[in-house]
């Protein structure tokens, strides 16, 4: 791409910020850009979070339901996915899979939780529950 044709869309995913990218000069040499986004990249973004929420959405439908762990509604509503988190907890993905598990997860020591809280920034008791759906419940929305 040209230094000319870089992106200038004013995204709202920015927030008002500007991003680097990088564009071919007239001399032909890559050279930054200020960029205030991409609207092509705005729709992704906005359809990867959306997606990201549906999945929490429903992790904490499954949780409250008891089929499947409060770590999966947390996976989620930190916008992880199961690659990240494993990598990001050094767990395996079988490892994690299991403690999706009601059954396995309500055993887990603290010990083997810690690296999930970690991962996602939250303590062991929230790691542990799930947010109760407000009147007009979440689960709607």
Known sequence: MKKDE???DNSRTYGGERKLM?????????TGVESTGW???????????EALEAQ??????R????????LEYHMFDKRMDMATLTSSTGYGAWRVKRHLKPAIFNKLPDA??????EAMGIDIV???????????TDLES
């Open 6 to 8: 870089v992106p200038q």
């Open 22 to 30: 990088y564009a071919v000069d007239n001399d032909g040499k890559y």
């Open 39 to 49: 609207e092509v990249e705005t729709y992704a973004t906005v359809a990867a979070v």
């Open 56 to 61: 929490r959405d429903a992790a904490l439908a």
């Open 63 to 70: 949780g409250l339901a008891g089929e499947t762990s409060p």
């Open 112 to 117: 083997k939780l810690e690296p999930y809280c």
């Open 126 to 136: 929230t790691l542990k529950s799930l947010p109760k759906p407000s009147l007009k």
